[in-house]
């Protein structure tokens, strides 16, 4: 199943140091969020959405990491902007 990822708002400063909220489309439709935060001490990865009512059920970490997969594989260069992969391409990927 193909979910389709959008960029609700990004805020990362340097490379170790960030906050990203992404919505999760399927259909058209928001079904889930994802918010992910890092600095030197800690990354953090939240779900927001009920991962078994899904088109596709999986665990919710399945979702963060499908999700952390397709915005770095998307990167032209391991530093380029998060924005600036969400302004040329659209992202999605699979469960």
């Known amino acids: 199943m193909t979910y389709e990822l959008t960029l609700k708002s ?14 999760v489309l399927h259909g058209g439709k928001e079904v ?8 030197r001490a800690h990354f953090t990865g939240r779900f927001d959405g009920f991962a078994a009512d899904l088109p596709v059920p999986a665990h919710p970490l399945a979702f963060v990491k499908a999700a952390a997969d397709a915005v770095n594989g998307a990167k032209v260069t391991p530093d380029e902007p998060i924005s600036s992969v969400f302004g040329r391409t659209t992202l999605t990927f699979n469960l």
């Open 10 to 23: 990004a805020d990362v400063p340097e490379p170790m140091l960030g906050e990203i909220s992404l919505g």
């Open 32 to 39: 889930a969020g994802i918010k992910l935060s890092w600095n």
